[in-house]
């Protein structure tokens, strides 16, 4: 058994708040079971947690409640945690895995250099009046290394899918037919004039070279017309490299990115009910949500190794006026421009040192970056720059019931 305690206090220049954070992991041969809660002040619980649930000025949240087993090629859990699909570290565009966690049953099966995912969960439900729309995830991912596992691809659908009573669809859990003959086959749900399954395909890979440069992409397509159609595609691209080099005698690595997401990509409100691709209020895929394009460049220095370290974050985000929660209007838009206008370029810049011990943890330095939720929302009227402090404190036990 493993216990572990955070406590975490932030101040930067949009906001102050405390961070309070247990984990309890207990394992069993091949078995696994983590436990996670986090409590936040509640002015910032939304935006962080995406609760809205408060007790004496704090709101929480389990983050984590899993279960999973895992054993030689078959992996499978159940519970929930956030879940991460793609290539980007922090701002993949399939899953970012910094949405609020859902509840979902994953497994994974693995044979060689092939393997397959898939995915079947529950998000956070909303209200029309009085009833309970219930909203429903479900994905599957094939994945293939080749070359000596220099090149590895990733190619697969998700779908989110919604309706009062509704209950998960056994045709999103088949392993092989495309959630598109859902519709051929009127197994998708139409209620009053608004489509309720909301699909996106989706294919990620990385390239290794001389094991030192990796080139990697990712690349979603929420809606694509095929035909003369007055309306913007739904696309969303991006493209990085991520490698390092030795100044000083000490290893720097950095990455950049290079993001395009188009206007209405995600967004699904007004055609479905609650079909859009958040869960809580906040994206589930680029943490900064749709009609974006960006350039982010980041790089990190351990000056002493495993006790003090370097980063310097730039991210040039030409932001649209469409927000995540803002109502679907990809109609006679051919002409508009992208992103739409009026548009707001933000220059996101972050440096941090930092000092870790084994139960303490300090970073400080300058940044402007708000919150993700806020830039997704369209929240943000100016950026505010200053320097910020990240003050964390753990403790750790373990045990042996044995």
């Known amino acids: 058994i493993e216990t572990e305690l955070e406590l975490s206090n932030l101040n930067n220049p949009y906001f102050k708040y405390s961070h309070y954070e247990a984990q309890l992991k207990l394992s069993h041969q091949n078995w696994k079971l983590i436990i996670n809660p986090e409590v936040v002040d509640s002015y910032v619980g939304k935006k962080v947690l995406g609760t809205n649930f408060s007790r004496e000025k704090f709101m929480g949240r389990f983050c984590k409640s899993v279960l999973s087993y895992d054993k030689d090629n078959f992996n499978f859990q159940i519970g929930r945690s956030p879940i991460k699909w793609g290539q980007s570290y922090e701002q993949s565009i399939i899953q970012s895995g910094y949405a609020p966690s859902y509840d979902h049953l994953i497994f994974e099966l693995s044979l060689n250099n092939l393997s397959a995912k898939f995915l079947a969960g529950q998000l956070g439900s909303q209200k029309i009046g009085s009833e309970r729309i219930l909203r429903l995830i479900s994905g599957r991912r094939f994945s ?195 992103p739409s206008s009026p548009e707001k370029t933000l220059t996101l810049i972050q440096t941090t040192i930092g000092f870790q011990l084994k139960n303490f943890s300090l970073e400080t330095g300058y940044s402007n970056i708000p919150l993700s939720y806020d830039i997704a929302n369209n929240l943000v009227k100016e950026l505010s720059g200053g320097f910020f402090i990240d003050l964390k404190i753990s403790s750790r036990f373990d045990f042996n019931l044995n």
């Open 144 to 338: 293939g290394a080749f070359l000596n596992k220099k090149l590895n691809i990733s190619l697969g659908e998700q779908i989110i899918y919604t309706g009062k009573n509704r209950s998960h669809e056994l045709f999103y859990l088949n392993p092989a037919i495309p959630y598109v003959f859902a519709a051929y086959e009127d197994n998708d749900l139409d209620v009053d004039s608004l489509n309720n399954d909301n699909s996106m395909i989706f294919i990620d890979a990385n390239y290794n070279i001389k094991g030192k440069h990796l080139i990697y992409f990712e690349f979603i397509i929420d809606d694509f017309q095929i035909y003369d159609d007055p309306v913007q595609d739904m696309l969303g691209l991006k493209i990085g490299v991520r490698s390092h080099f030795r100044i000083l005698n000490r290893i720097v690595n950095w990455e950049v990115e290079l993001t395009e997401i188009d206007t209405w990509t995600y967004i699904h409100s007004g055609r479905g009910q609650f079909t859009s691709w958040q869960n809580l209020g906040h994206p589930i895929g680029h943490p900064y949500g749709s009609d974006l394009k960006s350039l982010k460049i980041l790089s990190e220095i351990w000056l002493k190794k495993e006790s003090i370290f370097f980063k310097a974050e730039y991210n040039r985000l030409v932001k649209g006026s469409v927000g995540l929660n803002d109502m679907w209007g990809n109609i006679n838009s051919l002409s508009n421009s992208f």
